[in-house]
């Protein structure tokens, strides 16, 4: 009897692309630096004021070193630094889009309407003073 061989959980794909956008708060990050690129700490910091700056340090740290944003340091006086995506960055966020609209659809039904909501008018509140 021939014995029937298991793939691997990673074997899919989803496992190396949830490790680059595990977590809480990367594929927001990623969104947002995507929309609004180039996109500086602060403005990054208000737009998800729950995030601590401690978090927001090692995620942004975290999506550099796997190649989905970049880091760009301006050598002037105040120092600058801005975040932009790559073009692996942007392709992962193309690919979450439906990943998003599932989470729209679906949010009542989960239980997490109230903070997509909240979280979602405080984005696009936001997002309309900075345009």
């Known amino acids: 009897m021939e014995k029937k061989q298991r793939k691997l959980p990673d074997s899919c794909g989803l496992g190396p692309a949830l490790a680059v956008i595990g977590g809480k708060w990367k594929a927001l990050l990623l969104w947002q630096i995507h929309q609004a690129q180039p996109c500086r700490f602060g403005e990054l910091k208000r737009l998800q004021p729950e995030i601590s700056e401690k978090m927001l340090i090692q995620h942004l740290r975290e999506m550099e070193a796997d190649g989905i944003i970049h880091r760009e340091v301006f050598h002037q006086v105040p120092p600058r630094v801005e975040y932009s995506v790559t073009p692996e960055g942007a392709e992962l966020d193309l690919a979450l889009a439906p990943l998003a609209e599932w989470g729209k ?17 405080r984005t696009a509140a936001e997002g309309a003073t900075l345009g």
């Open 105 to 121: 659809e679906h949010q009542e039904r989960t239980g997490r309407a109230k903070a997509g909501a909240a979280r979602a008018a």
